[in-house]
Every structure is written in C-alpha cells, then in structure tokens.
C-alpha cells in the first residue's frame, strides 16, 4: 500500500494531476446545509430527517447503527473488531501487528493496514478519509469513514432510502478540457488530454446508446464552454443539472512527475472528510455541497466504476479516492470522474494514443455504467405480490 506523508495543502495542490480540476475556491456561495446528514444523524440517534428533494420518502427506515467510538486524537474512530461483529466477519491480524483482514465464507473482504489511507475491498483499492491507527489491541477507522465509505461499500441495501429510487436513463458524459484548455499534455509522445477525453466519450455515447441509454455531451467538439476556467466548469453542472441528468461522468487523463501509470477514480468528498491527499483539511471541507445530498450513490457510481475499469483494462490501481473536483460540487445527480490513464507515462500515454486501447477504456466506462444501473435495480425492493382474490 501507499504511503501517503503528511502534506500542506499548497503541497497538495502543486501535486494533483494538472488535469483534474480539485480544490478551487467555490464558484458560488452555498447555502449553509439545511438539514443534517440523514445516517451521521441517525447514529447519533436524532431523527431522521426526510430524503433527499425529488426522492420519495424512504420505504424502510434509514440505518440506525450505533456504532460505538472512541476519541482518538480529536477524532470518533470505530474498532475494526466492531465493524466485523457489526459486518459478521472474522478478524485477523494477517500481518503481525501491521495488517488487518476481515473476511467471510467467500475469503478476505476487507484489508485494512495501520497509519494507512488505502484499504482493500474485494481487491479494489479504496482511500479513507484519514489513516486507520492502531490503539489497543486493534486497528481503528473514523467513524465517518464507517458510515460514508466503508459500510455503505459492503451493504448498499441499507442504504437504499438515500439511493435514487428511478432506474437511470439519461446520462451525460463530460470530455474534460478542450477548446483554450488542452488539459495535461505530453510533448515527447506529441499527445494530449482534450483530444483523447473527447474520443473516450464519443466512443462510450455509442456504447451506452445501443444499450438504450439516453446520452447527452458536454461537448461533442474541440471547444471550451467559457474562457474562464471556473466558469467553465461551472457550466458543466448546470448542464447535467439544466438536463436533468440521472447521472454524470466527467473523462480526465492524468499527469504526475513520478513514473506512475494506471486508473483513479473521484467522487466528490461527503462533507468534513478530507480530499484525497490532503491531510489538514481545507476551507471547504466543512461545506456540504449540493453533491453532497448524493453521497450514497456517488459512492455506488464511483466504486462500481473504478472496479470496471481495473478489471476491464488490467492498469495499476491507483485508488478510488474522495476529493472535491468543481465539476462534480454543483450537481443535482449521482456523479464521478475518472482519470484513465497518466499521459505523463510514455508508455501509457503511447497506450491510450491508439483506438484499440480508447475503446477498451470506452468499453470498461460502459460497463460500470451498466454494472451502477444494475446494482441499484437489484437493491430495490421487490414489487408487492397481488392480493389473492
Ligand atoms: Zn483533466
């Protein structure tokens, strides 16, 4: 696993990928959140308030785990021995006193290590808010990381009341960048990120369609939405929003001044937790965004979507990560960006330069679309049985 430093935020900022577009100031003042988060405020045993607007009321009750906490340098953290009795899974010590797994009939579900960020989940690897830290005779997580990441990861179905009700059917893709914007680019391979995003997502437009989904572009063209950077991306919400999009999913190509290749994929951070990398929190990190009404399925989207794209393009895992990207604050739907691949890695850059490899993208992409729409259907309840006359 990684091992991710302490970092200040203008570290941070200097190190994410030039493309991915994460930690600007707000591009409007957000209303203060009006009501507290449904589950956080169930654990603590308030009621709990009504769903989400559009959504209609929960037809089971929302999760009520207490789950137990102990303060831990200023933060609630749960016991892994909690969370397994809670998930009735066996514990062990996998790595004396380095690593934990929690595991069930099918073998290890769950791989957690001490003062690491990325944890394991059937073999997907997912990004914490803050490190899991050894205390006693255990691992500990943040209680937030339990009720936004890591139980709702293993049983979506309790969390169906804050899932969209309706299967999805519009979705709009957005090619980052493009126009003014090349985004990152990669001058030795003569490539760069607008070219392919725009490729990518024309690809999976065809795709998807065959497959009966309504789709919609933010651009299907060589051109910017605004000169103004903020403002652009500003307009791509409002585009899904303005569409009334089911879903949203925004293309990017990676940069890093390592040697590093492989897949990454964001959903926006649920209020308080921190962005992938940043360890102190931001000034943002206390808004809840209007995204944020979404958590639960932008985590069902984000995971479904990333695993796809491991297993479909066989790429290192380079994590399924929490940050707040602008174009993904804004939105009224379920949504999440990708980063396919790292033009920085000649190899990789060479890769994704030819349409055999954009079309595996294109088609992974599809499939954790499909795989979303499916999970979710499966969740909903089954239809009452007739009356017997
Ligand atoms: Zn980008």
Known sequence: MARLPARGLLVLLTLLPACSVPAQQPVAPKPAPTAPDPVVA???GAVPPAPPPGRPAPSR?????????TRLR???????????????????WSKADIAMTLSDARGGRFIFEGNQKDFYFDNLRVFLGVPA???KDSLWVSQLDVIKIIAPLFRPADHLAFLPAAAPRLIVLDPGHGGIDPGTQNLRVGVNEKTFTLDVALRLRKILELGGWRVLLIRDKDLELSKDKKTDLLMRNEFANRNKADLFLSIHF?????AISGVETYSLAPQFMHSAGDDQGDDMTK?????NKLDYANLLFGGQLHRAMITGLKAPDRGYKH????????LDCPGALVECAYLSNDAEARRVATPEYRQQLAEALATGVQNYAAVLAALQPAPAAPAAK
């Open 254 to 258: 990676n940069a890093a001044p390592e």
């Open 42 to 44: 169930s654990a603590k």
């Open 287 to 291: 808004v809840a965004f209007p995204g």
């Open 61 to 69: 009750p929302a999760l009520t785990i207490l789950w137990p906490t």
């Open 323 to 330: 940050a707040r990207q602008a174009v993904l604050r804004l």
């Open 74 to 92: 200023n933060i609630e953290y749960v016991s892994l021995r909690d969370v397994a009795k809670n998930f009735d899974l066996k514990l062990v």
């Open 133 to 135: 830290i050894f205390h």
